[in-house]
């Protein structure tokens, strides 16, 4: 169960703030939850997974007992969170083409999302360790949502600039994940920078095979 504030275990929480809560928000559960995940998220990017409960509640301005009656676990709400934002950003590739000036635009802007992403996903490895099966899940998750957004995105600046594709959506992702790994840690760390120089060379239509002093490489 999620940890009270004595570091115990939680099973119920019997208050009128959270009989209060669960009464405002009946007939509305998608909403609430969305709020919630909202304020989750917000809370792990600046505290990390291992936030106290009652900080989240009073982002999202619920009871502690609302949260406890969506999600029982600490790692359930992670999960809840992790692809709360996954799907957020899936949402925003299709949104961004068609609002953006130009596709090369559009998939730069939606990197950039994307790169937020993972450097200010806190904690999820630590927060399932032991669960392989949950985290493999997640991952073909992730990869199934994001790789297609990515694909179509890239499909259309590479059309818009007229290059031709040498690498795929997959390994695309791949490259910005490399890049971003420890950029939480050290500030001095430029990955977002790094990231769309990436793009450009991949926009830029250089072929995979490339020479240099006879040697190819």
């Not at 730069?108 to 490895?125: M, S």
Request: hydrophobic letters at 40%.
């Amino acid at each position: 169960m999620l940890e009270n504030e004595e570091g115990g275990q939680m099973s119920e929480v019997h208050s009128d703030e959270s009989h209060s809560a669960q009464t405002q928000h009946v007939g509305r559960p998608r909403r609430s939850q969305q709020a919630l995940l909202d304020a989750a998220a917000a809370v792990f990017v600046t505290s990390g997974v291992e936030a106290p409960v009652r900080e989240i509640a009073a982002k999202a301005g619920v009871g502690v007992g609302t949260i406890y009656r969506h999600f029982p676990t600490r790692s359930e709400l992670v999960v809840a969170v992790y692809r709360h934002q996954v799907e957020a950003c899936a949402d925003a590739g299709p949104r961004l083409l068609a609002e953006r000036p130009t596709p090369e635009e559009a998939l730069r802007a939606w990197v950039a999302l994307f790169v937020e992403f993972l450097v200010t996903k806190h904690g999820l490895a630590g927060a399932l360790q032991g669960d392989s099966a949950g985290s493999d899940a997640l991952h073909t998750y992730f990869v199934g949502r994001l790789v297609p957004v990515c694909g179509e995105l890239l499909e259309a600046a590479l059309q818009a600039v007229g290059s031709a594709p040498h690498v795929d959506a997959y390994n695309v992702l791949k490259g910005i994940g490399n890049l971003c790994v420890g950029a939480a840690n050290d500030a001095r760390y430029d990955a977002s920078g790094l990231v769309q120089l990436l793009i450009s060379g991949v926009l830029s239509g250089q072929p995979r095979g490339i020479t240099i002093g006879g040697c190819s490489t």
